[in-house]
């Protein structure tokens, strides 16, 4: 008898993505009905409910989770293994989904991108730039890159580096405003901000020989890093943004940098990939590729 098990995998895997039976049976070309039944054969032969049906929606139950998490990895071994020994020495391919911030997508991530095109021609790309921060599970991310601490999970990371920022603003807004000389001093001043739900409108910073979380208040808020500094650029406010995001402007004068003696705020960066014991061919060709080239530019 046929071992039927990594399709019921795969199986398993699409009514988890697409989040309905019927969704996933029309991609297989099953009907809802079968493909309901091997989910429920699937949990009988292993003792366990995988997923708490109703009327409008599926969840998995913990042991779904587990199931997930594992089967992508064995699946994913199972056809690398096949294209590695029916392609032999070739390159690595396949899709590379990837989730990063705007400003490190566009200052760091994109101008690597034409270098690791031509080293690596079979590899496809899926780019997702935004602030917000996705689950990658749900989102089917393979790869993203994340400030701050390292929540406890699944997940595997690799560290890059420290990304430190600076309080920036344009000349012509010291020029009309003053420039702040303590963290007091902020009260003052239009502070430009974001409108995410984690995103608190306080910046660390030495005050009276300690570090205290002050809170600052202006008119702008926007959903990225790149509209923050194009809003600085254009005079609108001071914004605390990262080093490498404002480099090219520190640089040119567009931007100048203020209180860098009373801001105390340095956090690490990782890239972060759903936890296996061994990545595909692909994502670690990806990693080894960028880790030392994003370590170099942070450093």
């Known amino acids: 008898m046929s071992d039927t098990r990594a399709w019921e995998m795969r199986v398993f895997l699409r009514v988890v993505a697409r989040g309905s039976f019927s969704a996933a049976g029309r991609e297989l070309g099953m009907t809802p009905s079968s493909t309901a039944k091997l989910i429920t054969r699937l949990e009988d032969r292993l003792g366990v409910r995988l997923v708490e049906r109703s009327t409008r929606h599926l969840r998995l139950t913990a042991e779904g989770e587990l199931y997930r998490d594992r089967a992508e990895g064995l699946l994913e071994e199972l056809d690398a293994l096949e294209v ?4 032999g020495a070739r390159s690595p391919s396949g899709l590379i989904r990837i989730n990063v911030s705007v400003p490190f997508g566009r200052h760091c991530l994109l101008p690597l991108l ?4 031509e080293a690596y021609p079979d590899i496809r790309l899926d780019l997702g730039l935004t602030d917000e921060i996705v689950d990658l599970y749900s989102a089917q991310v393979d790869i ?3 400030t701050g601490k390292m929540p406890d999970s699944a997940l595997l990371s ?3 580096g420290d990304v430190r920022r ?10 009309r405003r003053g420039t702040p000389r303590t963290a007091a001093d902020l009260e003052h001043h239009e502070c430009l901000g974001f409108n995410f739900r984690r995103a608190a409108a ?3 910073l030495q005050a009276g020989g300690r570090l205290v979380n002050r809170e600052v208040h202006g008119h702008i808020v926007a959903n990225n890093g790149e ?3 194009h809003l600085a650029v254009l005079g609108l406010g001071l914004a605390r943004l990262a080093e490498f995001h404002v480099r ?4 040119s004068g567009r931007l100048v940098s203020v209180l860098d003696d009373t801001l105390v705020d340095s956090e690490e960066i990782h890239a972060l990939y759903i936890g296996r014991e061994r990545a595909p061919r692909r994502i670690q060709a990806f990693l080894d590729f960028m880790t030392p080239r994003l370590r170099a530019l942070l450093a």
Do not use: H, K, N, Q
């Not at 590695?84 to 392609?87: H, R, T, Y």
């Not at 309080?167 to 012509?172: E, F, L, Q, T």
């Not at 090219?248 to 640089?251: G, H, I, N, R, T």
């Open 84 to 87: 590695e020994v029916a392609g």
């Open 114 to 117: 034409p270098a690791f095109r």
């Open 248 to 251: 090219a402007d520190l640089e």
């Open 166 to 175: 600076r309080i920036v603003a344009s000349p012509d807004y010291l020029a």
């Open 227 to 229: 509209t923050v500094r």
């Open 158 to 160: 690799v560290r890059l």
């Open 144 to 146: 993203a890159f994340r």
């Open 202 to 204: 306080v910046w660390p």
